[in-house]
Each structure stands twice: as structure tokens, then as C-alpha cells.
């Protein structure tokens, strides 16, 4: 079955503790991103790779960093997470068609 | 980007057909996705246009218009489970990434 999957489901955590999100899919697409969805604000896009070794900003990238060293796996990493980066997040993969999406991790920093 | 716009909220009643707009910019267009996403869980694919005119998929049903740079989704036999976000976007003909609108939140009543 073609599936992104993200783990946790569910985080809380303290500000400044690193975390990182995980997320793998076994489609074998070359595009993979991050994105964060607040109440009013839709989807907004973290960082997106086009292939291996190989990624860029999207439109809200500051406080989080990625990394595609395989194709099927890129994780999300909050080196010092803070208050506004509550959030849900979802991973996303892409070949050629519809985009399919991760369960999505609700992140809290207290 | 390629903004997009979408209205916030609607609401209509079982049973009946709703239709949500959804405009975005032309430049660079390649093609359009509609997805449903209730709340805290992960958008789900429902329809993808590259062309003029309207597909129609069981009870949802999706129009294009290029050159006007519109489209909407159509939803008929409405039932209480269609209470949910149905989020717009746009893909470009220079890469995968999609472009999304904020949501239509839309409230089905009895």
C-alpha cells in the first residue's frame, strides 16, 4: 500500500530540546516536503528536497533544519524548538501526480 | 508563488449540491488539486485537472478553466460526513511543489 508515514503521532515537549520528526515513504518519489498548519494560516510549506542530498527553504523555514541522505526518508529536526512552533505538521511526497500526505504530528513546546 | 484564493467558510444543507471557488494566478500554471482534510487529519486526494472542463468523480465533481485561472469543486447529495476543509491547490510546470489556499471550511446541517 502506498503510504507516507510520520512518527510521533504526538509530541509535547520543553523549549530548546532538540527533536526531530521522521517521516519515510515507500512510493519511491523523487520530491518530498514539510509543511505546518495553524488555524487561518492553510498549509504552509517548511522545506521541501527535490532528490537525494538535495533541499531548499520553502516559506517558513527558520527553526528547522532537514536532511535527505536516503530517498525514501526525510526527517524534520527542531534544533531548539520554541513556543511558535506548536503546530501540525505534516510530511508530504510527490512523483508525477497527486502529492500524498503523512498522519501528521502535533507538536506542542511549552 | 501562485496565490490562491478560496472563500473561508460555507455552510449548506444536507442533501443539497454546494460548489467552492477557488482562483489562482496563470503564470506558469500546470495543473489543479482539489483535497478534503478534516480537522487534525491529513488531507485526502480527490480530483487533479490539467484541462479545460469538468470531471466528474461519484458525487464530487471538479471544473477547470485555464485561461481564467478558475476552478471549483462541486459536491452534490450532501451528507453530515462533508462537514470538513476542502483545500485548493496548484501545481507549476517547473517542479513538484503545490501551492495551497488556505481551506474552504465547509459546515454540512441537518
Known amino acids: 500500500e502506498a503510504q507516507v508515514t510520520q512518527n510521533p503521532r504526538y509530541l509535547i515537549t520543553v523549549t530548546g530540546k532538540k527533536l526531530t520528526v521522521t517521516c519515510s515513504q515507500n512510493m519511491n518519489h523523487e520530491y518530498m516536503s514539510w509543511y505546518r498548519q495553524d488555524p487561518g494560516l492553510g498549509l504552509r510549506q517548511i522545506y521541501y528536497s527535490m532528490n537525494v542530498e538535495v533541499t531548499d527553504k520553502g516559506d517558513v523555514p527558520e527553526g528547522y533544519k532537514v536532511s535527505r541522505k536516503e530517498k525514501r526518508n526525510f526527517p524534520l529536526i527542531l534544533e531548539s524548538p520554541s513556543p511558535n512552533q506548536t503546530s501540525l505538521y505534516f510530511c508530504?511526497?510527490?512523483?508525477?501526480?497527486?502529492?500524498?500526505f503523512g498522519q501528521g504530528t502535533r507538536l506542542t513546546v511549552v | 508563488g501562485q496565490n490562491i484564493d478560496q472563500p473561508t467558510e460555507m455552510t449548506a444543507t444536507e442533501g443539497a449540491i454546494v460548489q467552492i471557488n477557488c482562483t489562482y494566478q496563470?503564470?506558469?500554471?500546470?495543473?489543479l488539486f482539489w483535497y478534503q482534510q478534516h480537522a487534525g487529519e491529513a488531507p485526502t486526494f480527490l480530483s487533479y485537472n490539467v484541462l479545460d472542463g469538468l470531471e466528474e468523480k461519484g458525487r464530487f465533481s471538479s471544473f477547470l478553466s485555464r485561461s481564467k485561472g478558475y476552478s471549483y469543486l462541486l459536491l452534490k447529495e450532501l451528507q453530515m460526513k462533508d462537514s470538513a476543509s476542502y483545500l485548493c491547490a496548484s501545481s507549476s510546470n517547473s517542479g513538484y511543489a503545490l501551492n495551497f489556499g488556505k481551506g474552504t471550511s465547509l459546515l454540512v446541517t441537518p
Open positions: 508530504a511526497s510527490r512523483g508525477g501526480g497527486e502529492a500524498f
Open positions: 496563470t503564470s506558469g500554471f500546470n495543473g
